[in-house]
C-alpha cells in the first residue's frame, strides 16, 4: 500500500476528532513559517519596529537562526492579524 492510501485509509478510520489534526499534520500546517521582519510587518500591516515591540512583549516569537539572524513564524503573524493578541497578552 502507498503511503498516499495509507493517509487516505486513517483518515476514513480515524475518529472525527482526529481527522483535522490529522490532516493538518499531513499538510505540514503546524511547522513554522520563517519569514524576515518585514515580511513579518507586510503581513500585520504594520512597521517593523511593531514587530520588535511585538516580540519584546510576547506577542510573536522570534526564530533565532543565529546571533544576528532572526526570524519570525508567517502563520504565527497570519493568527495575529486575523484573530488576534490571546486574551493573556496585552
Known amino acids: 500500500m502507498t503511503e498516499q492510501a495509507q493517509l487516505i485509509e486513517a483518515v476514513l478510520t480515524a475518529p472525527p476528532e482526529r481527522r483535522d489534526a490529522i490532516l493538518r499534520a499531513a ?3 503546524d511547522r513554522p513559517r520563517p519569514g524576515t ?3 513579518a ?12 515591540r511585538y516580540r519584546d512583549t510576547g506577542l510573536l516569537h522570534v526564530i533565532r537562526l543565529s546571533n544576528r539572524c532572526h526570524r519570525y513564524d508567517l502563520a504565527e503573524c497570519e493568527r495575529l492579524a ?6 493573556d497578552k496585552h
Open 41 to 52: 510587518a507586510e503581513v500585520l500591516g504594520v512597521h517593523p519596529r511593531t514587530i520588535q
Open 82 to 87: 486575523t484573530h488576534g493578541a490571546p486574551d
Open 37 to 39: 521582519i518585514r515580511q
Open 27 to 29: 499538510h505540514g500546517a
